[in-house]
């Protein structure tokens, strides 16, 4: 069952940096600190083996390699 939160006391240039950050991504205050909490403690560990994994199945085998894909990236905009 969902829980109501609250934050009392927020200081007035936080509430307001709050409602900026909400305005440039077309949410609600309330949407905002949900998306915040979500992406901080929602959040899931970091997977060193799956990363390891997509790069060997990207064909990179070493710096160079990781070197010369971003660069055909960058020169193919």
Do not use: C, Y
């Amino acid at each position: 069952m969902p829980v109501n939160l609250s934050v009392k006391d927020a200081p007035d240039h936080l509430v307001e940096a709050l409602r900026a950050r909400a305005r440039r991504n077309h949410r609600s205050l309330q949407g905002e600190m949900m998306a915040m909490i979500e992406a901080h403690v929602g959040a899931r560990p970091f997977k060193a083996t799956a990363l390891w994994t997509a790069a060997r199945e990207s064909g990179l085998t070493g710096a160079a390699d990781a070197v010369q894909m971003v660069r055909e990236d960058r020169d193919s905009r």
